[in-house]
């Protein structure tokens, strides 16, 4: 079989393309790559152009609606940053289980630090960062100030 390296492009339904595209362009600042009106669909480059991707499709104000997960690297840095950031762009950061949180949660079992928050349609976006301590699994999920 062919090894995979990565994941290169991953996509998420939305019900607005315009208003999806200004939180991930204002909001989340991701640079566009490109944009198909007639298809409704953007690209939006994540980290360096032509690293990986990430597609918005709208489906419109269809009642059946998908929520959709996808996961951002992030720096520990920023990503201990972010809980601040996130409530003062008018976003709720959220632990794994969707319980709103005031730090970022670690997955032990990876082990990496964790950021969840919902994007206008409700999919459910991350960023992540892992971390360089061995896995711990037994510990499940934790509080930031727990593992450290």
């Given at each position: 079989m062919i090894?995979?390296?990565?994941?290169?492009?991953?996509?998420?339904?939305?019900?607005n393309l315009d208003r999806a595209m200004q939180f991930y362009e204002q909001t989340l600042g991701l640079?566009?790559?490109s944009l198909i009106p007639d298809r409704r669909v953007a690209f939006y480059w994540l980290g360096a152009h032509?690293?990986?991707?990430?597609?918005?499709?709208?489906?419109g104000t269809s009642p059946?609606?998908?929520?959709?997960?996808t996961a951002f690297t992030v720096t520990l840095e920023d990503l201990l940053a972010a809980p601040a950031r996130l409530r003062a762009a008018g976003i709720?950061?959220?632990d794994l289980a969707g319980e709103p949180v005031d730090e970022p949660v670690v997955l032990a079992w990876m082990p990496a630090a964790s950021l969840y928050f919902k994007d206008p349609d409700g999919n459910l976006l991350e960023y992540i960062a892992m971390l360089p301590d061995?896995?711990?699994?037994?510990?499940?999920?934790?509080?930031w100030s727990d593992w450290r």
């Open positions: 090894s995979i390296q990565g994941l290169f492009e991953t996509h998420l339904t939305v019900a640079c566009r790559a032509g690293q990986s991707m990430l597609g918005l499709w709208e489906t059946q609606r998908l929520s959709l997960h709720t950061p959220l061995p896995p711990a699994p037994q510990r499940g999920v934790v509080a």
